[in-house]
């Protein structure tokens, strides 16, 4: 049973996907405190919370594009508007030219299914009660992929595929490792044919060297299937390893965003440099690190002008009032930061 994706389709030099200003916002309502004290007239009122602002993103058929940033950046935010799990406040998600709030119905099923997110947590995204069989071919057969006589070869090919014995096909999630189970949540990707996957923090949960096995797989699957990938994760260090693009965010907007090398051999941003600064010298021997100073702000204040002025050690009056604008400083290479003014771009 072939199990070619959907990406075999994408028009030669049009990007897979595109974000174009894409924006979400929660509203944090009034706590009954503040409800109380409305009835004495302290006019208390919902705090809208910016998750995720303007963030503008193209990513090519078969590329692997990571997006990097601390916990709470936004980054996971921006995966689940991109998944169709949550829906953006403003601007626009584009699959293969078309924008998706104005797909047909079909359309949107053929977008559905053609991107697939897999989660942190292997276990948590498997039905504890369901043997590996149906949670990987399940879907397949909904959706006409492939006929129910048919779904346990299907099956077993993809566990074979991700590296799974066949021979567990009728197994229960908690029968197997964090790392099998991962990859029965690779398997189960696969199975509806998806032409990118997005990979939310994918092997943070495992061993470091069963990371490795799954990093190794993921881009086994790219070169097999032509599959593309959104990469997101807090670690740098795994981001390279996978990545063609690195996209920076931080307080859920991107401040970088360059070709992998470029952005490891010469970062621009500051937000970038200190993140890079983290990472130990293995080359050199040593293991230190060199903490960004302060805590991240809290989305529900976010400081004005550059949101990274009050941890920037470059930070002047102008970063304080101005918020720097996403520009290109050179071929492919974005930043968002006035010490770039004067840059040609
Ligand atoms: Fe630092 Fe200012 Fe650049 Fe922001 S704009 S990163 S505060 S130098």
């Not at 947590?121 to 992929?145: K, Q, Y």
């Not at 890079?276 to 293991?287: F, H, I, K, R, S």
Request: aromatic share 6%; glycine share 10%; proline share 8%.
């Amino acid at each position: 049973m072939s199990i070619e994706p959907f990406g075999q389709t994408a028009a030669a030099g049009a990007p897979l996907l595109e974000l174009r200003g894409l924006t979400k916002t929660f509203s944090k309502p009034v706590s009954l405190g503040g409800r109380i004290a409305n009835i004495f007239g302290a006019g208390q009122v919902a705090v809208q919370v910016r998750a995720a602002s303007d963030v503008d993103l193209s990513v090519a058929p078969g590329e692997v594009v990571g997006i990097v940033g601390e916990s709470g950046c936004g980054k996971s935010t921006v995966a689940r508007m991109l998944a169709g799990i949550s829906a953006p406040s403003g601007g626009q998600v584009r699959w293969r030219g078309r924008a998706l709030a104005e797909m047909s119905p079909e359309a949107r099923r053929e977008f559905a299914l053609g991107v697939q997110m897999i989660f942190q947590d292997p276990f948590a995204s498997l039905n504890p009660r369901m043997r590996v069989a149906d949670i990987i071919g399940e879907a397949a057969v909904v959706h006409g992929i492939v006929p129910r006589a048919q779904m346990r070869a299907y099956v077993t090919g993809l566990m074979e595929k991700v590296g799974l014995s066949g021979a567990y096909i009728d197994r229960f999630p908690h029968q197997f490792s964090g790392g099998q189970r991962q990859r029965i949540g690779i398997a189960r990707a696969l199975a509806v044919k998806p032409s990118l996957i997005i990979c939310d923090e994918a092997v943070a949960a495992l061993d470091v060297s069963i990371q490795a096995q799954v990093l190794n797989l993921f881009m086994d699957l790219r070169d097999e299937l032509g599959l593309t990938y959104l990469f997101i994760s807090h670690n740098l260090g795994v981001v390279e390893h996978v990545s063609d693009r690195v996209v920076i965010m931080y307080l859920g907007r991107v401040v970088e965003s360059a070709p992998t090398a470029a952005l490891f051999e010469a970062p621009n941003h500051p937000y970038t440099q200190l993140l890079l600064a983290q990472l130990p010298v293995l080359e050199a021997g040593a293991q230190e690190y060199a903490p960004i100073q302060g805590e991240l702000p809290s989305p529900l204040a976010p400081p004005p002008g550059c949101p990274f002025n009050p941890r920037c050690p470059l930070a002047t009056d102008r970063c304080r009032g101005e918020l720097p604008v996403l520009r290109e400083i050179a071929p492919g290479r974005l930043s968002a930061c006035h010490l770039n003014e004067g840059v040609p771009g």
